[in-house]
């Protein structure tokens, strides 16, 4: 496969050296192992080396039943866990072909919603912290503790949470759920502007990320890459958009698109996604419906012997789950098309060519989660 | 062409100047949300820990460990009947039952030990969920740290206590 | 204006000792003790400073994310500096295998050695100065270039590709920087007119210098702090030491009292620049005259000479630790492009206004 911009002029080849951006290692979020050929400071190749968290995630599943297999989906990408779990909901019920009730739709939107801002609040930090800025880290934690706070007094759990499950929700909403949400939303308005003068606005930055990690729109498409990295660069995949599932097709949000693909343009990107959840969040917030939250499953749930598959739309991009039943209690073969293997492999087009330096800045703007990959 | 030339270069120095003049103003707004909070030291969020227990508050539903609650006359409502043992999903439930004969000769299975490993569990509430004699719930403490790992294999029922009859 | 016979003068007290000593001792023995006297406080202070600066930097840092910083060891958390330097005492000190025993044993006093040389020339209080020379600028730019030499040794001598890139980096923007901050101390020198820095001090008598020479004086300031920074190896220009690129640079092999030495020398040498940079703009150890003011006048004449050269020392130390917390940090060519080709071209431009305005005399 050909890609589109090598942009490499080897100096010396017997200069060059190997680099172990190893395992342990403070900017790589994650377990991840990366042989970079440098020579002196450009880089010449890059080999991610994965597997150090795999945990046999689908292979336990074909023992679990399919009440039971969605606890293990929060720990796979831990940042968008709500997203993960629905995700697996929507394969059972689309299995058994159940209608849920128009309250736990609206309940796990709301949800989603705010995992999404949660996981780019976190982003956001970490962004600052690669790049050497420390102070952003903690202004992002703030934000980001109260919408756990959230999820703590409804779901019972700040990251991992198992709430969502085939039939609905596990649990009706705290009363204090939506003013205390609503508060959130007002000051998040206000705490991004913040955001934009620390980083956003900053001339180092700027330049640090500008013109950096350009992904050109032939290369993503061949590779497969999903998410705020491929809207970036211009290709339109939002899943909400283009296969809606449970009442995303009736919200109003724009999917936000930019050509220019470079580092600077994912994270806008990002920011902007941020402020479609709070306009999601605030058109809904007012309007939950009432009714029942769990429409009732029966205690051993067998599904029909086929295939199923669902897509949704992580914070990452686009996870897919591929359900293989044989019309048994427990799942025959169940694979998830992870949104951050696929976005792994836009490492190399991006960082060939460039400085070490800039391999940070692009790592940061990639935002992988690590036990997403080798599940 | 003398003309142009200057120009051209009048603008080069222009822009020169324009750009490190906003170069500064961005750092100084950045400099400024950092300035902002040192000298507001009323923001700082940290929880002194271990001195504030007394005004913590932990939400309600937080999921803390499982427990078997007991009334005042030591009687739980577990019937021993192993459905949460099936729905554990890594097996951190054993609960072991004995059977015994009552005076009438008819044979009644009892709890004798429910066994919680509480360092494999991962509080996912679907014990809880399929009981059906609403027996487990969720206690929302959070200060369970051991020496030992055999501390945390413990059972949830008290010694000496029965299940309560069910009032007809 | 420094004739109040009732402020407090920290020169009466040294002078008293060395009547004292030469009373009573032979002149060869008293001028031994004095200076085994001069050398002991000379390290106090130096020692003093560093550990006030350490628990500094580590309170304005939690202070401007939001939290608390330690508050455990001590009151406030005042002994934290003191149980750190204990941990690193205790410490076992690695050598690696394959290094350069001699060099990789030398690199940290001679960084140290250097940050305490440059402190000879400056002028503490009014009488106060260790060594009155008559360059005792031109020395200060001088030693303090030497230090690089330190750094290469460390990341050459330690066997290791992360410390060589990082020792090369940091040899780069160190050498790189001292010309813009050179230039930027030339621009007062060409006001004042002389290289000495009891001269440069005794000249702002009648108002700090970034007030009297307007435009140069605050231009070269700002270069000056820029370039000092540059020159520290602290954020936002610590590639050197950056740890989310390359675990710590040039002293990653360093562990124990080395490590502890390379870190002392990084806040003497933070010192010693805020030191400069107070004693060519913001005044050295003259107080704050507003004219006309007589009794404001008054009560800054009370407070002695060395409170308000500490005073303006230290603010300058928090305005540096301000940028470490706030912006993220340049790449090593964004670095070395800044300044080529903005802070050296803006300081030659400067030095020649500063020349301009001394001749025409348009200074204060």
């Known amino acids: ?375 | 062409m003398a003309l142009l030339n200057f120009k051209s270069t009048m603008k080069a120095i222009y822009n020169y100047c324009r750009n490190v003049i906003n170069a500064f103003i961005s750092l100084i707004n950045g400099m400024r949300v950092t300035g902002y909070y040192i000298s507001h030291p009323k923001q700082i969020l940290t929880q002194q820990y271990p001195n504030n227990r007394a005004t913590l508050y932990i939400p309600e539903r937080f999921k803390g460990r499982v427990i078997l609650p007991h009334d005042e006359n030591n009687e739980h409502k577990c019937t021993g009947c192993s459905i949460c043992q099936m729905s554990c999903p890594n097996g951190s439930i054993t609960i072991l039952t004995v059977t015994e004969e009552l005076p009438d000769g008819k044979k009644k299975k009892r709890l004798d030990r429910w066994e919680y490993n509480h360092g494999m569990c991962t509080l996912c509430n679907l014990c809880i969920e399929s009981c059906p004699s609403d027996a487990i719930k969720m206690e929302n403490h959070f200060e369970f740290a051991v020496y030992d790992r055999k501390n945390l294999i413990y059972d949830l029922n008290k010694p000496g206590s029965k299940l309560k009859e069910k009032s007809e | 204006m420094v004739n109040n016979s009732e402020q407090f003068h920290l020169v009466d007290i040294t002078t008293g000792i060395h009547e004292w000593l030469y009373a009573n001792l032979s002149s060869g023995l008293a001028l031994t003790a004095e200076l085994l006297l001069v050398a002991v406080s000379m390290i106090t202070l130096v020692v003093v400073t560093a550990i006030i600066m350490v628990y500094m930097e580590r309170k304005v840092a939690a202070f401007m994310q939001i939290r608390l910083g330690p508050n455990r060891v001590g009151f406030w958390g005042t002994l934290q500096a003191v149980a750190d330097v204990l941990k690193l005492m205790m410490k076992e000190i690695v050598t690696p295998k394959a290094a350069d025993r001699f060099l990789f044993a030398l690199a940290p006093f001679l960084v140290t050695a250097v940050s305490f040389m440059a402190l000879a020339p400056i002028s503490f209080a009014p009488g106060i100065q260790l060594w009155d020379v008559n360059i005792g600028v031109l020395y200060i730019s001088a030693v303090t270039s030497i230090g690089v030499i330190g750094v290469l040794m460390a990341g050459w001598s330690s066997n290791n590709k992360y410390s060589l890139l990082g020792a090369m980096r940091s040899g780069a923007q160190i050498v790189s920087y001292e010309l813009s901050a050179g230039l930027s101390v030339l621009a007062i020198v060409v006001m004042v007119g002389s290289l000495s820095v009891n001269d440069i001090v005794v000249s702002q008598a009648n108002g700090w210098w970034i007030f009297k020479g307007h435009i140069p004086a605050i231009i070269a300031f700002v270069i000056f702090i820029i370039a000092s920074t540059a020159e520290l190896n602290r954020a936002p220009f610590d590639l050197a030491e950056a740890e989310s690129e390359l675990t710590a640079g040039f002293h990653t092999e360093y562990s124990g009292m080395k490590f502890a030495m390379f870190f002392l020398s990084e806040y003497t040498n933070m010192f010693v620049a805020c030191m400069l940079g107070a004693t060519l703009f913001l005044g050295g150890w003259q107080p704050f005259y507003i004219g006309g003011l007589d009794g404001f006048n008054h009560v800054m004449d009370f407070i002695p000479g060395i409170i308000w050269f500490f005073g303006k020392t230290f603010s300058l130390v928090f305005l540096i630790m301000w940028f470490r917390w706030t912006f993220p940090r340049l790449r090593i060519d964004q670095l070395l492009k800044l300044e080529w080709k903005y802070l050296l071209p803006i300081s030659i431009v400067n030095v020649l206004i500063a020349a301009f305005i001394t001749l025409a005399g348009w200074h204060f």
């Not at chain 1, 172990?20 to 990366?34: E, I, K, Y």
């Not at chain 1, 299995?95 to 128009?102: H, K, R």
């Not at chain 1, 058109?283 to 599904?303: C, F, S």
């Not at chain 1, 490492?347 to 990959?373: H, Y």
């Open chain 1, 1 to 375: 496969m050909e890609l589109t911009n090598p942009k490499l002029e080897v100096n010396e080849p017997d200069e060059e050296f190997v680099i172990n951006v190893g395992p342990q290692h403070p900017s790589t979020h994650g377990v991840l192992h990366l042989e970079i050929k440098l020579d002196g400071e450009q880089v010449l190749d890059v080999k991610p080396n994965l597997g150090y968290i795999h945990r046999g995630i689908e292979k336990i599943s074909e023992s679990l039943s399919y009440k039971q297999f969605t606890y293990l989906t929060s720990r796979m990408d831990y940042l968008s866990a709500h997203i993960n779990n629905q995700g697996c909901a929507l394969v059972v019920e689309k299995g058994l072909e159940m209608e849920i009730p128009e309250r736990a739709k609206v309940i796990r939107i709301l949800m989603a919603e705010l995992t999404r801002i949660a996981s780019h609040q976190l982003w956001w930090g970490a962004l600052g912290l690669d790049l050497g800025a420390v102070s952003p880290f903690f202004f992002a934690f703030r934000e980001r503790e109260e919408i756990l706070e959230v999820f703590e007094e409804t779901c019972g759990y700040r990251l991992t949470m198992n709430y969502i499950t085939p039939g609905g929700v596990m649990q009706d909403l705290h009363p204090e759920f939506v003013p205390k949400v609503k508060k959130i939303m007002a000051e998040l308005k206000n705490t991004m502007k913040e955001y934009d003068r620390l980083l956003t606005g900053n001339i180092i930055f700027q330049k640090r990320t500008q013109g950096v990690g350009i992904l050109t729109k032939e290369d993503l498409v061949s590779l497969g890459i999903t998410g705020p990295i491929a809207r970036a660069s211009g290709l339109s995949c939002d899943v909400r958009k283009h296969s809606p599932y449970e009442g995303y097709e009736k919200l109003d949000f724009k999917e936000i698109l930019a050509t220019t693909g470079d580092s600077y343009t994912r994270y806008l990107v990002r920011l902007e996604e941020m402020k479609q959840s709070i306009y999601i969040v605030e058109q809904l917030i007012d309007n939950i419906p009432e009714g029942p939250y769990r429409e009732k499953t029966k205690a051993v749930i067998k599904l029909p012997k086929g295939e199923f598959y669902q897509k949704v739309e992580t914070a990452r991009g686009e996870l897919g789950i591929y359900l293989v039943s044989d019309g048994g209690s427990k799942p025959y073969r169940l694979k998830y098309r992870t949104p951050n293997f696929s976005n792994l492999q836009a490492l190399k087009p991006m960082v060939i060519g460039s400085k070490i330096g800039d391999l940070v800045a692009i790592m940061a703007t990639l935002d992988l989660i690590i036990p997403d990959i080798d599940r």
